[in-house]
């Protein structure tokens, strides 16, 4: 489950990301997301906290990882404050993914394109006006 790419965001969000040098925040405690996504090789910096608390206000876009089930009252937190993505890990196959405020959600079991795709998408229509 996860945002499919619509053809008409275009890559002015990425371009803008890339251009500004902007990194996105991944809020990772134990830093496997965060590894995690470096290997999916996604066309901007990202740079690693271990609590939401430590995300700028003017943050463009953010990454939270959750380890299981996620804590739906964490992702509406951050949700609430700036678009973000859900990067799921060691989840069941059986447990649904969760219907939150989260701009999208991918887990480790899905393929790295995919994830990357997901991801992208979210962080361009987060940057559409």
Not at 13 to 38: H, K, Q, T
Not at 75 to 84: A, F, H, K, Q
Not at 95 to 106: D, I, S, T
Not at 109 to 124: C, F, K, S, Y
């Amino acid at each position: 489950m996860g945002v499919l790419q619509d053809p008409s965001f275009g890559n002015a969000g990425v371009e803008m990301a890339m251009a500004l040098d902007v990194a996105i925040p991944v809020v990772d405690p134990y830093g496997s997301v965060f590894r995690l996504l470096r290997s999916v090789e996604l066309p901007f910096s990202l740079f690693r906290v271990e609590d939401t608390s430590e995300i700028e206000a003017d943050a463009p876009f953010a990454i939270l990882s959750s380890y299981g089930k996620a804590d739906a009252a964490v992702v509406e937190e951050l949700s609430d404050r700036i678009p973000t993505v859900v990067y799921a890990v060691q989840v069941r196959a059986n447990e649904p993914a969760p219907l939150m405020r989260a701009m999208a959600y991918v887990s480790d079991r899905m393929p790295v394109g995919l994830i990357r795709d997901v991801i992208t998408a979210a962080v361009e229509r987060a940057s559409k006006p």
